[in-house]
């Protein structure tokens, strides 16, 4: 089946600083979705992108539809320690019949050093 | 605010136990999902609904037992569940489509004793 690869798998930063992680597939997606998972809570949909190429940004963060459409990648800017969390990355995947499934990332795990 | 709910939030149940888990959603979707999250691993889908008919069901056991009557309401019946089967159980929802933009519950935390 499909699979998404991200990276890195966690990273540790200061606040303040920006961040970027990335998710590449072997395939072609027409959607690319970014989540953030608190502990302990469902995952909330963060960005949604729909075409390749585009560049969507929702307060501090910024996502970006890669042109092969076999990538996107997630910038935070000017960090915060509610930023920390697991992102995930997801793109839908024809599972046959006229049926969707979402195809997710193993995610990145942030942590923020006030 | 989340427009998927889920109960109960944690839940602790012997392996011979039954109980059920119950998502609701307050967006108007016509789909939704059931997945499993263990450590460390992806998020498993286990069961998919499109207007109330099972469209998925990803190679699950069958102490797992999903139910949906009605496009709002989703349960998953749980029995004889194995210690190794804990893990957060979301419930996700999503319009229906190609886009599938799934909107996803806070969970349910369960343990296995």
């Known amino acids: 089946g499909q699979q998404l690869n991200q990276s890195p798998q966690s990273m540790f930063i200061q606040e303040g600083e920006d961040v970027s992680m990335n998710c590449t597939s072997s395939s072609i997606f027409n959607t690319w979705l970014w989540y953030k998972q608190d502990p302990g809570e469902g995952p909330v949909l963060l960005i949604a992108l729909y075409k390749a190429g585009e560049l969507t940004s929702n307060g501090r963060l910024t996502a970006q539809f890669g042109t092969t459409r076999k990538d996107s990648f997630l910038n935070i800017s000017a960090s915060i320690p509610s930023d920390v969390g697991i992102y995930f990355c997801a793109g839908p995947s024809d599972s046959g019949a006229g049926s969707y499934q979402l195809t997710f990332g193993k995610g990145t795990k942030l942590s923020v050093i006030p | 605010e989340t427009g998927v709910t889920q109960t109960p939030r944690h839940l602790v149940m012997g392996m011979t136990n039954k109980k059920s888990l119950k998502c609701e959603q307050h967006l108007g979707h016509n789909a939704m999902y059931w997945y499993k999250q263990s450590a460390k691993k992806p998020l498993e889908l286990m069961f998919v609904y499109n207007f109330k008919e099972q469209t998925e069901n990803n190679s699950v056991p069958s102490r797992f037992s999903p139910e949906c009557p009605n496009s709002s309401h989703l349960f998953l019946h749980l029995h004889t569940l194995q210690p190794e089967d804990s893990a957060l159980y979301l419930c996700?929802?999503?319009?229906?489509?190609?886009?599938?933009?799934?909107?996803f519950g806070p969970g349910t935390r369960l343990l296995v004793l």
């Open positions: 996700a929802s999503s319009q229906g489509g190609v886009q599938e933009t799934q909107y």
